[in-house]
């Protein structure tokens, strides 16, 4: 018995989607935070030339491995394995099981995180959290068991139920869900332009401080970041990938998703940095920065509640987006392993998993520290391992087979190399980075 999967109506329909598994927490806090701590515009020229690098060649392997294998996580690594003898395609397939896990146990906590934010949308809402001290508020169920379970379980869901026809289904709510969200940050940045002491913030973030890329730890970041922010985990872009149709060059789709993606990590920094600035707040200041000091700001200023509605329903969108990825690609590869279970029985199953774990870790000191394992020692062991995979293991024709399959331009030699002796050197001094110097990307 076959699994059969849908696919992409659309280029655009893919690359909304691509990017909506993209755009995340990451974007928000994450990459202002790391612009914040690390010379403004000069982490942004070292972000960007490793995210044309990541793109060109990490992002569109992944992406043409999983159309070539018609399938997720664990199918796509017993292919690239199988290419040297069909005895390693078994171990590539149980080694696929990592990358696989890191998506999942990343959900369980992402998940946590959107909770917090519906509960602040539903709180702007009615109004209370305008009046509210916003560090008490946090506090109040950030650090208490079992506070947001009603979000918690509309999240997961939800979420659950837009992955209920496979591609299509992603497809048509990210074609709602990221110009919403796009829209909605270009209105908060507009906004945030005409607050006391922004300009301090724009200088900030575009004019470089030069000296800092003298300091090996600010490319370090910017690697990070680059290598993160675009998904590229070993794992989740591959699902996306076996659902694009062989008409569709991988390298232009894999730009697309990572201008967009890059656009949003901007569009959010023009938001943070600025406010920060005219406040005289932290600007790396993590989660708190979202469920603090935004709110506090928001208390502030003319129309604030309409704005943190505002705020709040971008995040959802960009939440609900990227766990949809996570969700899906461990659906996906269940349903190659387990063709006899249905889709719904796959959800199910998620669903069990998700809050029969998720609900026991709401506290920050739990899901937290949760974030932090996963981060440090999953996701970058995962990551390096699909990269190895496709430049190191695969056979060199069969992947660049797959990367020419639409394209108006053969890729060869060069882009290979890039691959072999750019990508993945850089995952690999990632993962050394975060194993031994435990830190969290």
Known sequence: MTHKHSKFGSKWGFILAAVGSAVGMAN?????????SNGGGAFLVAYLIFI????VVGLSAEYAIGRRAKTGTLGSYQLAWSTRTPSLGKAGGILGWLPLAGSLCIALGYAVIIAYVLKAFVQSMTGTLMTADTTQWFQSFSFTEYSVIPFHIIVVVGTLLTLLLGARSIERSNKIIMPLFFLIFAVLAIRVAFLP????GYRFLFQPDWSYLKDPMTWVWAMGQAFFSLSITGSGMIVYGAYLSNKEDVVHVAVRTALFDTIAALVAALVIIPACFAYGLDV????SLLFVTLPRILQDIPFGRLFAIILYAAMIFAGVSSLQNMFEAVAESLLHKFPRLSRKMVLALLCVICLGIGLHMEPIYKWGPWMDIVSIYIIPLGATLGAFSWFWIMKKED????????SGRPHGRLWYALGRFGYVPCALLLCCIALFLKIAF
């Open 399 to 406: 992947l660049l087979d797959e990367v020419n399959k639409g």
């Open 197 to 200: 002491g922004a300009a301090e």
């Open 28 to 36: 928000v806090w994450g990459f202002p935070a790391k612009l914040g």
């Open 52 to 55: 044309v690098l990541f793109s």
């Open 284 to 287: 790396g200041a993590g989660p």
